[in-house]
C-alpha cells in the first residue's frame, strides 16, 4: 500500500502535493456550503464565485453537499445562482436526502413518516415514495429529525418523543450540535436529538445520515457519479472527518470554522490532504511539504519542527505564509503521531502572523 492509500485509512502525517491544479486532479469538488461558498448571512465569502465559475469553466463538476435539512434542493440552487453561480437543483445534495434514502431501505413504499423538521426533509420523503405524517397518532412506523429552524415549535420534540418511546425506529439527517446564522451560532439538530433522547430516558439511538457518516457520502457519489471526488469544506468534524470514511481526497478551505491552531491540533481522522486560504485554492497546485530530517518539515521556503513542547517555524516573511502552516502541519502531526499532545504552536503561528 503507498503512502496516499494508507494515510486515507490511518490518518496523514502531512498535507499533500499537487503539481496540476485541483480543479484539473479531480472531477467532481464535493463542497460545503457554509462557510466555504458564502457566510452564515448568505453574502457570497470572497473570491469563492469566481474560483467555482473558473473550475466549473474548467471542466469540474461542482456538486453542493449540505447537511442542513431545512431547504429544498430547488431554494438552495436559487441562492447559488443569485450569487453568480448558476447550479440546478440536481446539483445539490443535503442530509435530508441521504436520510431518506436510509429509511426507504427499511420501510415498504407509502408507508408513514413522523417529520420533525423543515420542508427539506418532507420533499426528500416523497421523492422516495414516502408519506410524511406530523403526529405520532398518525400512524407512522418511523420518526425522522432535521433542523427545522430557529421557530421549531417545542411540541414537535414532544411528538418525535412519543414515537421514539414507543419503539419506533428513529433516524436523523444529522447531529450537528450548533449551525451558524446571521446573529451568531445557534442550537443545530444535534440538540435537538439531544432533547428526544432525554426524554426517552436515552435508550436508544437514531441512525444519522449527515456528514460525516458514511450514508451522506454514499448520497452524494450516486447522485453525482463523481470517479475522483475532492470533498472541500471548513469543518474538520464533518467535512474532513467525512472525507476520511470515506476513503476520499479532501480540501481545507479556512474561510469558515477552523482556524490554524484547530489545525494543527486536528486528530488523524481530521486532517485534511491539501489546505487553503479560500476557494481559489481549486485553481492552483498543492506545494509538497518534504520530511526535512530529525521530525522537521520544509514547504516553500518555510521550515518547521519542534522542539521541546513548542512547535517552530523558520523562513521568509516574503513568501507564502501558507507553506508555513502545511510545513507546521507536517511536524505536528508527526508528533501527534506519537502519541503526545499539547504543541504549544503560539510562537510559530505568530511568526506567520496569524
Not at 430547488?74 to 443569485?82: M, P, R, S
Not at 429529525?145 to 419506533?168: I, K, S
Not at 508528533?335 to 504552536?345: E, I, N, P, S
Request: net charge negative.
Amino acid at each position: 500500500m503507498g503512502r496516499e492509500g494508507q494515510e486515507r485509512r490511518t490518518g496523514r502525517s502531512r498535507p499533500g502535493g499537487s503539481e496540476v491544479a485541483l480543479s484539473e486532479a479531480y472531477d467532481t469538488a464535493l463542497l460545503d456550503l457554509d462557510g466555504v461558498v458564502y457566510f452564515a448571512g448568505g453574502a457570497a465569502i470572497p473570491y469563492a464565485v469566481e474560483a467555482l465559475v473558473a473550475a466549473r469553466d474548467g471542466g469540474m463538476r461542482l456538486a453542493y453537499v449540505t447537511n442542513n435539512a431545512l431547504r429544498t434542493p430547488d431554494t438552495v440552487a436559487a441562492h447559488l445562482t443569485e450569487l453568480g453561480v448558476p447550479a440546478e437543483p440536481g446539483d445539490v445534495v443535503t442530509a435530508a436526502q441521504a436520510v431518506a434514502r436510509l429509511v426507504a431501505e427499511d420501510v415498504p413504499e407509502g408507508s408513514r413518516v413522523l417529520v420533525v423538521g423543515g420542508e427539506g426533509l418532507r420533499v426528500a420523503l416523497r421523492e422516495r415514495g414516502l408519506v410524511p405524517v406530523e403526529s405520532a397518532d398518525d400512524g407512522p412506523v418511523a420518526v425522522v429529525q432535521g433542523y427545522g429552524g430557529p421557530d421549531m415549535a417545542w411540541g414537535r420534540f414532544a411528538e418525535a418523543a412519543y414515537a421514539v418511546g414507543r419503539g419506533l425506529p428513529w433516524y436523523a439527517s444529522n447531529t450537528d450540535l450548533t449551525i451558524p446564522g446571521a446573529r451568531g451560532i445557534g442550537p443545530g439538530n444535534g440538540a435537538a436529538v439531544e432533547v428526544v433522547r432525554i426524554a426517552t430516558g436515552g435508550r436508544t439511538e437514531p441512525k444519522v445520515a449527515g456528514k460525516p457518516q458514511p450514508p451522506m457520502h454514499r448520497e452524494t457519489v450516486l447522485r453525482t457519479g463523481a470517479e475522483r471526488p475532492l470533498v472541500v469544506g471548513d469543518r474538520l468534524d464533518t467535512d474532513i472527518e467525512g472525507a476520511f470514511r470515506g476513503g476520499v481526497d479532501s480540501l481545507l478551505v479556512l474561510t469558515g470554522v477552523t482556524d490554524v491552531a484547530a489545525l494543527l491540533a486536528a486528530a488523524p481522522e481530521h486532517r485534511p490532504t491539501y489546505v487553503a486560504a479560500d476557494l481559489r485554492g481549486l485553481l492552483a497546485g498543492q506545494p509538497e511539504v518534504l520530511a526535512d530530517g530529525d521530525g522537521a518539515f520544509r514547504c516553500g521556503r518555510w521550515r518547521a519542527s519542534v522542539s521541546g513542547e513548542e512547535l517552530v517555524v523558520e523562513g521568509s516573511g516574503a513568501s507564502d505564509v501558507l507553506d508555513g502552516v502545511r510545513a507546521l502541519c507536517g511536524a505536528a502531526w508527526t508528533w501527534a503521531g506519537y502519541g503526545a499532545c499539547g504543541l504549544d504552536a503560539g510562537k510559530a503561528l505568530a511568526r506567520l502572523g496569524l
